[in-house]
């Protein structure tokens, strides 16, 4: 069997906007991972970004559970000895709150120039307003008690 390849002109791209106030953070992401990949859409190719562009507001708001989010640590290297930086989620959500949201999201698209390019259709914003109004952004259907797409 041939692997199926969309044409250019075959994807459309749909805007899409996501209110984050009171979601749980990887229930919220998956969807929104699955968005940006075009997992969505009967023309998917795992070796093309068929995805649709989302915004998601009130970033600020997100929560985890379990009390993870005392526990929750980011973790980067400067590349030295001893260099190891560690933030927590409470911290990184009080300082960065668009940041937290987009990491949970880039862990689960394709690593390399693909995830990257998907990842570039993701618009995060801490508070409830954005600049992409001229898009005429749908809402992206979400069960609100288990935050999975409908």
């Known amino acids: 069997m041939r692997t199926y390849t969309p044409k250019p002109a075959d994807i459309q791209r749909v ?12 229930r919220l992401a998956t969807e ?8 969505h859409k009967p023309i ?12 998601v507001v009130n970033a600020a708001k997100i929560q985890m559970t ?6 929750k640590f980011y973790y980067r290297h400067s ?18 709150p668009e940041e937290t949201f987009r990491r949970a ?4 698209l394709p690593k390399g120039p693909l995830g990257r390019q ?8 801490a508070g409830p307003t954005h600049p992409h109004s001229a898009q005429s952004p749908r809402p992206l259907p979400v069960d609100p008690r288990t935050h999975r797409a409908v």
């Open 15 to 26: 805007w899409y906007e996501v209110d984050a106030d009171g979601a749980i953070l990887g």
């Open 66 to 71: 379990a009390g993870k989010s005392d526990k």
């Open 118 to 125: 998907m990842l570039r259709k993701l618009k995060v914003y």
């Open 105 to 108: 999201v880039r862990g689960m």
């Open 44 to 55: 998917f190719a795992p070796h093309l970004d068929t995805g649709d562009h989302v915004i």
């Open 79 to 96: 590349g030295y000895p001893g260099g190891l930086r560690a933030r927590s989620f409470t911290d990184l959500l009080a300082k960065e």
């Open 32 to 39: 929104v991972a699955r968005v940006l990949r075009g997992k």
